[in-house]
């Protein structure tokens, strides 16, 4: 699962989570029970989930998810306050619709060349110069638009 159909799956999440529920659809729906709907509630009730690598792309996802106006909460910078609930809005609403849309916007972030790494340590010069180097290929690819370092990606479980 690449970043861009990991954001489709919460936004999908929200918009489950809305159709059916009255409540969730006027009052919204909060990080921690995205996250139990997607991970399971056992995996989220562990005392290491709040530091895990699986709850920072949660919510990098939902930043990036509002940020773009799938979702709305009236927090200015979701990553602050995860405890605020965000509703899906029409736009997320119409882009899981309309599957030629999602498909050119997907195109986009693999024309972006996302780079995937599972860890990133920095402990030595050899990492530390990995690491810039992961990043000056980012900034000198011919892609236009966005450039992506995504940490924390498995190749087993694809998350």
Not at 50 to 62: D, F, N, P, V, Y
Not at 127 to 146: I, M, P, Y
Request: proline share 3%; charged share 35%.
């Amino acid at each position: 699962m690449d970043y861009f159909q990991w954001c489709e799956r919460v936004l999908s999440t929200y918009l489950e989570a809305a159709q059916s529920s009255l409540e969730v659809r006027r009052d919204g729906f909060r990080a921690d029970q995205v996250a139990r709907s997607i991970f399971g509630p056992e995996a989220v009730e562990r005392d290491s989930f709040i530091t895990s690598s699986e709850w920072e792309g949660l919510r990098q996802a939902i930043k990036d998810l509002d940020d773009k106006g799938c979702i709305w909460t009236d927090d200015n910078y979701y990553g602050d306050e995860p405890h605020l609930p965000a509703k899906i809005t029409r736009e997320g609403e119409e882009f899981l619709e309309d599957e030629e849309r999602r498909w050119i916007a997907w195109w986009a972030t693999c024309t972006a060349a996302p780079n995937f790494k599972q860890e990133l340590e920095t402990r030595t010069k050899d990492q530390k110069a990995e690491f810039v180097k992961d990043v000056l290929g980012l900034v000198n690819t011919k892609a236009s638009g966005e450039r992506w370092l995504i940490v924390g990606f498995d190749d087993k479980s694809q998350i």
